[in-house]
């Protein structure tokens, strides 16, 4: 797990691959951006609506 701080809040990266996705949104994820712009990760938020990037490799 890979880990750095903002000023402006903490924020934590985890890399899944494509699978990790069901696990996502069987835990209440919500897809918020699967753009073409950026093909290695896509954009969820978790129950209460703040964003995170699951990471494919």
Do not use: K, N
Request: proline fraction near 5%; include cysteine; charge should be negative.
């Amino acid at each position: 797990m890979t880990t750095w701080t903002m000023r402006s809040r903490p924020q934590h990266s985890l890399h899944f691959g494509e699978e990790g996705r069901i696990t996502m949104i069987d835990a209440g994820g919500r897809l918020l951006d699967d753009s073409d712009e950026h093909p290695s990760f896509r954009v969820y938020a978790d129950l209460i609506g703040r964003p995170f990037c699951l990471v494919l490799e």
